[in-house]
């Protein structure tokens, strides 16, 4: 009999140890989740004036889902930023006013529509406004005093993202050097900085999309709609399919074409492209996402086609 309850004993005990988060045992996600709020206590910490930019993509949804694990159960300490470019999609802006009412913290938006009326910027010649949100973005870290920010950007995306540190910094006119990278060693962080000078945080750097996708999966986090298959008007243009919307109007020899669609990101709606997809849930995405052979900005990107070095020059001007 006591060897039964010995062993059974010893069972139980194993079970539990089993369920918890060890060394041994933790999961990849565990991990990477780790890492994220460590980064993101870290830089609350260290930073007098910290802000987290904030689009309603599927990264800045994760990076605040994390933020606010990673203060719970205070809420978020520091304000969300949206440059809004104007063109947005309708379905991101209304997750992006219920997420701030959720969350319970302050929003900042920077607009590039009140740019362009008071003529400080310009309408580009391809009606792309991605890259017009620089300015709007530097003056309104400028003018509220913010420190550093933090941004959802990570290495798989980009060639130009993939040379990031986890802070990396911007010189007093907002610029990046990528040439001036500070060493980063295990997880010791510099965010050594002059007055006029500010950081950006990136604590998803070491994540791809399979991962931010199982995360959503793991953890049943709300995104926006348009990340699941659904069914638009589209048409084609310059080998991607682009919805027909108010910023986003086929020319006469494009043919509109209802299609089953879904988002893999969620950018200015007049350069970003869907894929065709029946992915339903986040399960299904993971899936889909696994095979996948490209990122998400190489292939529904337009304003990252336009060169090689697109992203970087963009990032040297003191784009996200």
């Not at 988060?21 to 980064?39: F, K, M, R, W």
């Not at 050097?177 to 998803?204: I, K, M």
């Not at 090689?308 to 963009?314: F, V």
Request: proline share 5%.
């Amino acid at each position: 009999m006591s060897t039964d309850i010995t062993s059974g004993t010893a069972r139980v005990a194993e079970s539990y140890l089993e369920s918890q988060p060890t060394g041994q045992n933790l999961t990849d996600l565990d991990i990477l989740e780790s890492e994220a709020v460590h980064i993101i206590r870290e830089v609350a910490a260290e930073f007098d004036r910290p802000a987290m930019l904030f689009s309603g993509g599927k990264d800045s949804v994760v990076m605040t889902h994390l933020a606010a694990k990673a203060f719970f159960p205070a809420k978020i300490p520091f304000p969300l930023v949206h440059i809004d470019t104007g063109h947005n999609f309708p379905e991101v802006l209304d997750y992006r006013d219920r997420a701030v009412a959720r969350l319970g913290t302050r929003l900042v938006v920077g607009s590039v529509q009140e740019y362009i009326d008071r003529g400080e910027l310009e309408e580009r010649a391809d009606g792309t406004r991605n890259p017009l949100q620089t300015i709007p973005l530097l003056d309104t870290i400028s003018h509220n005093g913010y420190d550093v920010v933090f941004g959802g950007g990570r290495r798989d995306e980009d060639k130009a993202r993939a040379k990031e540190r986890v802070l990396s910094l911007r010189d007093d006119f907002g610029q990046w050097d990528p040439r001036s990278q500070r060493p980063e060693l295990w997880n010791l962080y510099n965010g050594r900085h002059t007055p006029g000078q500010h950081v950006r945080a990136f604590p998803l750097s070491n994540w791809t999309e399979l991962d931010v996708w199982r995360y959503i999966e793991r953890e049943g986090i709300e995104i926006p709609s348009l990340y699941y298959a659904h069914e638009r008007d589209t048409f084609l243009r310059d080998g991607m399919i682009r919805a027909v919307g108010e910023v986003s109007q086929p020319e006469s020899h494009e043919e509109v074409v209802p299609r089953v669609v879904r988002y893999r990101t969620v950018g200015d709606m007049s350069c970003t492209g869907a894929v065709e997809s029946t992915a339903s849930t986040a399960s299904d995405v993971v899936q889909e996402v696994a095979i996948s052979t490209l990122t998400e900005r190489g292939a529904t990107r337009a304003d990252d086609r336009i060169s090689e070095a697109a992203m970087e020059d963009r990032k040297k001007d003191g784009y996200f």
